[in-house]
């Protein structure tokens, strides 16, 4: 079988470094770009579906928004009838980055197509969507305690 993981995770750790990189100018730490523009793009969500959104345990997530509340990145609002439940929001200063992330975003995209038609690209964002739904369910079943059978 080929090792399409071990691509594709290379691919996400290159970005991943290249962002953390460029944005770092704008204080925000390793990966806390996802988080900005996940909440930006959702406004109200509250914490435990940000990390299903972004697939990371709460405890990381939770350390993250609290950082980039305390950096005025983002607030949280309490939920009236559910005092648990603490909705997220983008603040002005938070506002005013998206788009820097979106223009990275959508540079690295046309960097990563280089070469590749529209139907190839369509062919990959199809074949990339199953590859995630499969992880994705994989990764809520283990994170509930399911075993994998290897």
């Known amino acids: 079988m080929e090792d399409i993981l071990r691509e594709i995770g290379s691919i996400a750790r290159s970005l ?9 100018q704008y204080e925000l730490s390793k990966g806390q770009y996802l988080y900005l523009a ?8 509250i ?18 928004i609290n950082n980039m509340v305390k950096n ?9 009838s559910n005092n648990k439940n603490q909705h997220l929001y983008v603040t002005k200063k938070g506002e005013e980055l ?3 992330i979106n223009n990275e975003n959508n540079y690295s995209s046309k960097v990563a197509t280089i070469g590749l038609n529209s139907d190839e690209i369509k062919e ?6 199953k590859v995630k ?9 283990v994170k509930n305690g399911k075993k994998r059978d290897y």
């Open 16 to 24: 991943d470094s290249i962002s953390n990189i460029e944005f770092k």
């Open 38 to 45: 996940r909440v930006f793009e959702n406004p109200g969500i």
């Open 47 to 64: 914490l435990k579906d940000l990390c299903e959104l972004i697939c990371v345990d709460k405890t990381t997530g939770s350390r993250a």
């Open 72 to 80: 005025g990145l983002l607030i949280k609002k309490t939920d009236g």
């Open 98 to 100: 998206y788009p820097i």
């Open 124 to 129: 990959l964002t199809n074949l990339l969507n």
């Open 133 to 141: 739904n499969n992880v994705v369910k994989d990764w809520k079943d």
